[in-house]
């Protein structure tokens, strides 16, 4: 079937809308030209499934008269009978229309139609010549005068910059784009039932904060008028949700929105979507094994199988997990790198600007031995991957290791050469963390944007008592993103932040 007026070459798009325009005046000459009293009673979908596998000759038999709505994406006019393609929600069906089923003057009407018009038909199911199940229309109804057209058919939208711009052209014309955020909700509800029915209780926190903390991240800043004060949208939730732990809520999760005022790239975007879970009396090892089933159960339910192709790579979700210090996992990427040496502030400036890493006078050994990390084993992480004991100089709100106070009880977890997920045990002893506030403080007054702020609330908080607690946070965007093929983080974003356009 061809796109706009049966395969003539696509005409100037604004002499398009003008005689689409001119096509609305006339209907609104004639009354109402945006409908709104035809219901329909079944959905594409629902006709494919109930009357797929029955043949031509028995579908003969059936005289119940179905009502379908949704745009019609294709059109044949073919003398006193025409085929269009109707899309709803569920899919897509072919329509059969004829003169002498709908009378000279609706048929007429409806030659007029263009693709990317909304209609609602009436009529009973068949199986055409060629053996597709289509809807002879009895009644066809125009419900809304499209005034763009949509883009050609063979060519379709391939521009991402205006795919991303336009999404709702983006998911009229491209269906596998649908089937994404399709799996993106089954993902999000899927987390749900599984932390639900675990004994986690769902919560709600502050979006606008006094004080941004949680992360180590630029925020971003607004000003609330009332109050005559600054407020940030919040990089983390994490110090409100550990805040209910203290309360007696002993597990608790929240799925929502944070917030950093940082770049844009295909792993990055200024608000995305987190989870983050805490259960009192467990440590980042009992969290560890959670995340581990959490994400091959998940993989299992939205596509059917712990086994995925991601860009081209074949990843296996049904095997253990690997899991590696951080120290384990650069002396294996590196075979150069000297273990005995991670505590040598000097070796390691040294190795972190060969490598490309970012090097500051601030920065102590635990700083560059994450910069050397970062730089030489991150992206090379492709099968999913545990990385524990994180310095503690990187980790402001995880509890030290009790062998080894210099690094913490965290991990991060990567697939694909992503951080997925991060947690930890969590750091429950008010002055340590009232310390770690301070030298974080201290860096932020020393030019570092990304340091956290001296929460006074919060400590005040963990002087009633954190039972030893165990917190997880989980990026939404880039975990559906694995399950989805998809190599951006706007390609699994409705509304992906963009740039001005030209």
Request: charged share 25%; glycine share 8%.
């Given at each position: 079937m ?6 003539a ?6 002499h398009?809308?003008?005689a689409?325009?001119?096509k609305l ?6 009354g109402n ?9 079944t959905l ?5 499934g109930f ?5 031509a ?8 008269v179905?009502?379908v709505?949704?745009r ?35 048929y007429?009407?409806?030659?007029h ?9 009436r009529?009973?199911?068949?199986r055409t010549?060629?053996?597709?199940l289509?809807l002879?229309?009895?009644t066809v ?5 499209a ?8 060519a379709g939208?391939?521009?991402?910059e ?11 014309v491209?269906?596998e784009v649908?089937r ?6 089954q ?11 675990l004994?986690?209780?769902?919560v709600?926190t ?15 800043v607004t000003?609330?008028n ?10 983390a939730?994490e110090l409100y ?5 203290v309360g ?8 929502n929105?944070?917030f950093?005022n ?13 989870l983050?879970?805490y ?8 969290a ?10 998940l993989?299992l339910?939205v ?6 192709r991601y ?8 095997q253990?997990?690997r899991r ?7 002396a294996?990427h590196?075979?150069d ?22 090097v500051?006078?601030?920065y102590?050994?635990g ?6 990390f970062e730089?030489?084993?991150?992206a ?6 545990f ?12 509890r030290?290791n009790?062998a ?10 990567f ?6 997920a ?9 002055d ?16 570092d ?15 009633y ?5 165990a ?7 880039r975990?559906?993103?694995f ?11 409705l509304?992906p932040s ?5």
């Amino acid at each position: 079937m061809s796109a706009e007026h049966d395969g003539a070459p696509q005409q100037d798009e604004n002499h398009v809308i003008a005689a689409r325009r001119e096509k609305l005046a006339r209907l609104r000459s004639g009354g109402n030209a945006y409908p709104n009293t035809f219901r329909r009673d079944t959905l594409a979908g629902h006709l494919h499934g109930f009357f797929g596998a029955r043949d031509a000759v028995s579908l003969e038999q059936e005289t119940q008269v179905f009502a379908v709505a949704g745009r019609m994406i294709a059109k044949r006019v073919m003398g006193k009978a025409s085929f269009g393609q109707l899309q709803d929600m569920s899919g897509r069906i072919q329509i059969f229309v004829q003169q002498n089923a709908i009378g000279a003057e609706a048929y007429e009407a409806f030659k007029h139609y263009d693709v990317g018009d909304i209609l609602g038909v009436r009529g009973t199911v068949f199986r055409t010549k060629t053996g597709e199940l289509s809807l002879k229309a009895q009644t066809v109804e125009l419900l809304v005068k499209a005034l763009r057209p949509l883009p050609e058919k063979w060519a379709g939208l391939t521009d991402t910059e205006i795919r991303y711009r336009q999404r709702y052209v983006d998911l009229i014309v491209n269906p596998e784009v649908k089937r994404t955020f399709e799996k993106r909700a089954q993902t999000v509800r899927f987390i749900r039932h599984f932390l639900d029915a675990l004994g986690f209780i769902e919560v709600e926190t502050p979006m606008l904060q006094p004080i941004p903390g949680g992360a180590t991240a630029r925020p971003f800043v607004t000003h609330h008028n009332a109050l005559g004060r600054d407020l940030y949208l919040r990089i983390a939730p994490e110090l409100y949700l550990k805040r209910l732990v203290v309360g007696g809520f002993e597990k608790v999760y929240e799925i929502n929105r944070n917030f950093r005022n940082e770049g844009l790239s295909t792993r990055h975007n200024p608000e995305f979507t987190m989870l983050e879970f805490y259960q009192a009396y467990a440590d980042y090892r009992d969290a560890m094994d959670l995340v581990e089933t959490l994400i091959r159960d998940l993989a299992l339910s939205v596509n059917g199988t712990g086994k995925l192709r991601y860009q081209g790579r074949d990843y296996d979700l049904e095997q253990p997990f690997r899991r590696w210090t951080m120290r384990e996992a650069i002396a294996h990427h590196n075979a150069d790198f000297d273990l005995a040496k991670t505590g040598d502030r000097e070796y390691l400036a040294h190795y972190a600007k060969k490598v490309g890493g970012d090097v500051k006078p601030a920065y102590g050994a635990g700083k560059l031995l994450t910069e050397i990390f970062e730089k030489t084993v991150e992206a090379r992480l492709l099968d999913p991957t545990f990385i524990t004991e994180y310095p503690t100089e990187v980790s402001p709100l995880a509890r030290r290791n009790d062998a080894n106070p210099e690094v913490t009880d965290r991990f991060e977890f990567f697939v694909g050469g992503r951080e997925v997920a991060n947690g930890f045990s969590e750091l429950n002893d008010a002055d340590d963390q009232a310390a770690r506030f301070r030298a974080q403080a201290a860096a932020k007054d020393a030019g570092d944007d990304e340091a956290m702020v001296y929460d006074a609330d919060y400590i005040r908080a963990l002087e009633y008592g954190l039972p030893p607690t165990a917190g997880v946070g989980i990026g939404i965007d880039r975990l559906v993103m694995f399950l989805t093929d998809s190599p951006s983080i706007r390609d699994v974003l409705l509304f992906p932040s963009m740039r001005p356009e030209a």
